[in-house]
Every structure is written in C-alpha cells, then in structure tokens.
C-alpha cells in the first residue's frame, strides 16, 4: 500500500495528513501564530518555515518521511488550467513564489510539496485541481463590457472530487454525468458540469454570485459604484465590503452559519429570514446553471461545511428538487480529495499534466 503525504496551507495553519491508498492514518492541523508569521514580508517567505514545521510534526510523531511514496500540494494561484493533476516544476515554483494570480497561502502548497519530495528522494511532487482551474466556454466568458471579462476561480478541488465520487457511488464515470455541483464554505461556488468540464461556475473568491458566511456576493452595480466615490470609503474598506465583511457577518454580526441556523431555528425573525435568504440566492445559481446545461441534468450536488446545516439544505431543496435529484456531500475535505488525485496517479487513471 503506498503511502501519500498531501499538504494543505491555509492563512493561519497547515494541515499535513498521511493516507495508506484511501484510509487516512494520519492527520494534523498545525497552528501558526500571528507574531510567527508577522516576521515574514511576504506569504512565499514563509516557505521555508512552514517546511520546516512540517519536518519537525512528522518526526515528532515518529513517521519517517523515508516512507512516504507520493506528495501531493494543496494547488495555488498559477496561469489558468484545465482540471487534472500536475507535476510541479521550475515555472509553476517560479509563479507560485511571485503570486501568479494573487497572494495566498495555497501557493505554498506546491513548493513545499516539491521541498519535501527531493528531501525524501522522489523524483517529483504534484498539485491536482487548483482554484483557477478554467474549463469555461467562450460565451461564459462575456459580461456586457468589453474591459471586464468574467473568470473562472472557484473550489475545483473539492468540486472534481465530490463529482467523481458521486459518479463512481453510482456506478458511472464522472465523464459520462451532467452535474451542478454547489460548494458552501467561507464562499459559495455553483458550477455546471458538463461531461467532466466546469463549463460555467462562479467566481468565489471576489464574491460572484449568491452571498455567503463573510462575502457580500453579487451586489447592485450603481449602489456599488456610487460607494466607491462617496469618499466615505477607502479601496481597502470596499474590499472589505465585497470580502470579509459582507454576507452574514454584514447582517448578523458573525460568519457562524451555525450560530444564524440556532438563531433562526429559536424564532429569530432577521436570522430566519437571512437563512431564506441563502437558501434562495444558492438555489437562483443552480437555476442558471440548470440553464447551462440545457436541462439535462443527472444530480445537483450540494458540497462544503454549510451543508451540515440540514436546515439550510432542507430551504435549498425546496427550491430546487423539481430540477433534478440532490445529492448532499457535507464537508470540504481538501485532504481526502488530494488523496483521491494521488491514487489516481498510482494507479494508472489519470494521466499526470506538464504545466507550461
């Protein structure tokens, strides 16, 4: 049974987990505090820190990094791709280390995960399904104005992932379904898959789309645009608006999507109605992807920590189960899903992609 080490950096943490084929035998969530990363510039010099945490957690736990077989890095802010897995190489290090596409802590997902690999002695690491990867169609590419173009950033990871594992459950290949598969986290990404392509999605990470736990979502344009140039507001604040301190933190003060279910559930008339809300935002984006795909869809899948919520995902399908059947996959396991690609390397099924 090989063994796979898959690497998942978050802004305040790194969670490291160890997998035996599927089983994980191992995981780890490792903090990091503010004044540890507050003596770091830039997230990418926190490279070598983070590596070396990781070095020192595993050795304290007695697991030889000698017998892991595969190391698998959470996929960071690169050139648009399409989805697969990818070995890492000069150029993708060179664009996760200057942002590519803006700074996050995913980017060092990979270069620690190429650090790791040479240190162990394998000959390469790999990244699988980032958030950028683009599989849209020119026309879902249009907005109205020819200086904005919409793009494709979204939860491919955990969306590729649940996708496959609904089709496999159900005796099919991802490849063969039409699917709208919904991912309900700290964002919320709704796309149409088509036969193995995201053809459509929302863009997550700017707030696109139906509001969430700390973004605002779509919000009306003028509203908007007369905000920027009132001079009440910096370009950070409105940012801020857009992400961090918008959706329920906006309304109720906390991005606890519990919390506002308990309040709604103990007769909250705001709480109530703010969970309606969601439910009927999320549910008016899988319509237009219902759209998309022409109608002819095999199951809408709702994904991510909010689907735990049996309240919320009850409002959702009341809205939506006359579309197709639904699916509900609670959680956002971005370490079983890297597992899943790591297997698939192994095992012949996916062909491993050059990134250029």
């Given at each position: 049974m090989k063994r796979i080490l898959a690497i998942n950096p978050g802004s305040t943490s790194t969670k490291i987990a160890i997998f035996e084929g599927n089983e994980q035998v191992f995981?780890?969530?490792?903090?990091?505090?503010?004044?540890?990363?507050?003596a770091?510039?830039?997230?990418?010099?926190?490279?070598?820190?983070?590596?070396?945490?990781?070095?020192?957690?595993?050795?304290?736990?007695?697991?030889?990094?000698?017998?892991?077989?595969?190391?698998?890095?959470?996929?960071g802010l690169i050139k648009p791709l399409k989805s697969g897995v990818y070995r890492i190489n000069d150029l993708m290090k060179e664009h996760l280390m200057m942002g590519y596409n803006g700074q996050h802590a995913c980017n060092l997902g990979g270069l620690i995960a190429d650090s790791l690999a040479k240190v162990i002695g394998l000959q390469e690491a790999y990244i699988a399904d980032p958030v950028i990867v683009d599989e849209m169609e020119d026309v879902a590419r249009i907005t109205g104005h020819p200086d904005f173009e919409r793009k494709s950033i979204f939860h491919a990871l955990n969306q590729k992932a649940i996708a496959r594992m609904y089709a496999k459950e159900n005796g099919k290949k991802y490849e063969e379904l039409n699917l709208i598969v919904c991912h309900m986290g700290g964002g919320v990404s709704v796309g149409a898959h088509?036969?193995?392509?995201?053809?459509?999605?929302?863009?997550?990470?700017?707030?696109?789309?139906?509001?969430?736990?700390?973004?605002?979502?779509s919000l009306p344009m003028n509203q908007f645009l007369k905000a920027c140039f009132s001079g009440k507001y910096t370009q950070e604040d409105m940012q801020k608006i857009l992400v961090g301190k918008g959706g329920y933190v906006g309304y109720f003060g906390s991005n606890d999507a519990l919390a506002v279910e308990k309040a709604a559930i103990a007769g909250d008339p705001k709480a109530e109605l703010l969970e309606e809300a969601f439910a009927y935002q999320v549910a008016k984006q899988i319509g237009e992807n219902a759209v998309v795909?022409?109608?002819?869809?095999?199951?809408?899948?709702?994904?991510?920590?909010?689907?735990?919520?049996?309240?919320?995902?009850?409002?959702?399908?009341?809205?939506?189960?006359?579309i197709a059947p639904v699916a509900v996959y609670p959680g956002e396991d971005e370490m079983a899903a890297m597992a899943l690609n790591a297997n698939m390397i192994i095992n012949g099924e996916i062909e491993v992609q050059d990134y250029k």
């Open positions: 995981i780890k969530n490792i903090k990091h505090s503010t004044e540890q990363l507050s770091y510039a830039t997230i990418a010099d926190q490279f070598e820190f983070r590596r070396d945490v990781i070095i020192a957690e595993l050795k304290n736990e007695n697991i030889d990094l000698h017998s892991i077989d595969l190391v698998m890095g959470r996929g088509r036969q193995g392509r995201v053809i459509d999605v929302n863009q997550a990470l700017d707030g696109e789309g139906p509001f969430s736990p700390e973004r605002s979502g795909l022409k109608g002819k869809i095999d199951a809408i899948i709702l994904t991510g920590g909010i689907a735990y919520g049996k309240p919320v995902v009850r409002r959702i399908k009341n809205y939506i189960e006359w």
